[in-house]
């Protein structure tokens, strides 16, 4: 279930096994959950509480090595090629183990409720095995924020005294958005008591959406561990310490024990404080990816580049050092750096400047090729009001063209603004960007967007003003 509507997942898996190259697969065990009807072929598919009848209630662990794989989980390439991350038993335990203790310090009385996709990687490592690996009590989630209401997060925190809330900026911005539409779901409205602190995960957070989080969810008492990581990285790089690191709205902070990041120029040499570059990891730690399965060259290729001397993890982000603090901050992936007339600008700077204006609720910043400036700023923008049509969204697109350049300069502008209801993501929340880029530029989308929350959406961010 999912927004109070069925998904059929067993008939997914049935017509996935019927593509082929699935030999290895002998049998589909089917839990029963809707009680809807499914087709169950004989031999093959069996229910769940069947094959647990008459089981023990105890299960001896299988003892394997410490690299013995433990999991592969796709994730997209730049290419939109998936790559099947390989990570491994001891070492992402691990480092799942120590990141739950010192991110989120954890406690044996803690309510711990990670809202994110259990089949994504923050899934993996903060519902399925670290929370259960330290002992915690934790809150499993399989809805989504907006029902039946968009109140829906704070209402399970107030009925479940939750004490460590993890979620994504992608869901506080559409929270923050229902909210000024329907004062009745704000966060101000509910007990929000039991909680003592607040987590971010998924991209970076903008400084207005983190003000918003701090002062309606946390009310200013309750610490904010912006976290950077990745599907490669197993569990958390980067991220205040609780109660030891001064928060920074919009930066994740410093390096965790360990974690040795940098930010390096296209040569793998070291920047000073202050000058943008490319994040790099230095040494290796727990719960790094062990090989890209099937496709050992492409790993090395991919994140240990030749370019940067082949000992420098490539995190694929880029980021800036605080002059005074060297404090992180992300700027976006650097296949999303824009390159306007010569100037090099993250796409995170940009949207930051469009949710800084009190009418947006969401934005994000691709590039498309122009014969003038070599590229050009497209941006896709979800108001707090309704969708605009016609000259009151040309009016309106002028307005935020304006604002950006006056927060930013006048580079920055976006040389196309597009309104949509929302925007293209997938379950676990992230935007799909790499679907943006190819609506910019006009083209067919010919990826696969199957694990798209709402393909419905692509056709109307299709069209320009």
Avoid at 45 to 54: K, M
Avoid at 158 to 182: C, E, G, M, Q, W
Avoid at 193 to 209: C, D, F
Wanted: charged share 20%.
């Amino acid at each position: 279930m999912r927004g109070g509507k069925r998904l059929p997942l067993k008939a997914i898996v049935d017509e996935a096994l019927a593509l082929g190259g699935c030999d290895s697969i002998k049998n589909v065990v089917v839990y029963q959950r809707t009680g809807g009807e499914i087709t169950m072929q004989e031999g093959r598919d069996r229910w769940l509480h069947d094959v647990l009848a008459g089981q023990l209630d105890t299960c001896e662990p299988v003892w394997v090595d410490a690299e013995h794989p433990l999991f592969l989980l796709y994730t997209s390439g730049s290419t939109g090629t998936p790559k099947g991350v390989q990570h491994s038993s001891a070492g992402y335990l691990l480092w799942a183990m120590l990141t739950m203790k010192w991110t989120f310090d954890i406690k044996p009385h803690d309510i711990f409720w990670c809202t994110a996709d259990i089949g994504w990687v923050t899934g993996h490592s903060y519902i399925a095995y670290g929370p259960l690996a330290v002992g915690a009590t934790e809150l499993i989630f399989e809805g989504i924020p907006s029902f039946p209401n968009a109140g829906r997060f704070w209402d399970t925190i107030a009925k479940h005294k939750v004490n460590i809330f993890y979620t994504a900026p992608t869901a506080i911005r559409s929270l923050i958005k229902a909210s000024d539409v329907d004062p009745a779901v704000h966060p101000q409205n509910y007990d929000l008591t039991s909680l003592r602190l607040l987590g971010s995960v998924g991209e970076p957070i903008n400084p207005e959406a983190w003000m918003w989080y701090y002062k309606n969810v946390g009310r200013e008492n309750c610490p904010i561990v912006d976290t950077f990581w990745q599907t490669e990285t197993g569990g958390h790089m980067i991220s205040p310490l609780p109660g030891v690191t001064p928060m920074v709205p919009g930066s994740c902070t410093l390096p965790l024990p360990g974690i040795a990041a940098a930010i390096v120029d296209e040569a793998g040499q070291d920047v000073p404080n202050g000058q943008g570059g490319i994040l790099v990891v230095k040494r290796p730690w727990p719960s790094m990816i062990r090989t890209i399965w099937n496709n050992p060259t492409r790993f090395v290729n991919s994140y240990f580049p030749q370019e940067l001397g082949g000992k420098l993890y490539l995190a694929g982000d880029g980021a800036i050092r605080n002059k005074e603090t060297g404090n992180f901050t992300i700027t976006g992936r650097i296949d999303d750096v824009l390159n306007v007339s010569g100037h090099r600008m993250g796409t995170m700077e940009i949207e930051s400047a469009l949710v800084a204006n009190p009418l947006v609720a969401e934005a994000a910043v691709v590039g498309k090729p122009d014969d003038m400036t070599g590229e050009s700023i497209c941006a896709f923008v979800v108001l707090k009001q309704a969708r605009p049509s016609g000259e009151d969204a040309a009016k309106l697109a002028l307005e935020l063209r304006n604002w950006v350049a006056k927060e930013i300069g006048p580079i920055a502008k976006p040389k196309e603004i597009r309104f949509g209801d929302n925007l293209p993501k997938t379950r676990s929340g992230k935007i799909m960007r790499r679907l943006l880029r190819v609506l910019a530029k006009g083209e067919e989308i010919t990826q696969d967007v199957s694990t798209l929350e709402n393909p419905a959406i692509l056709e109307q961010l299709r069209k320009p003003l």
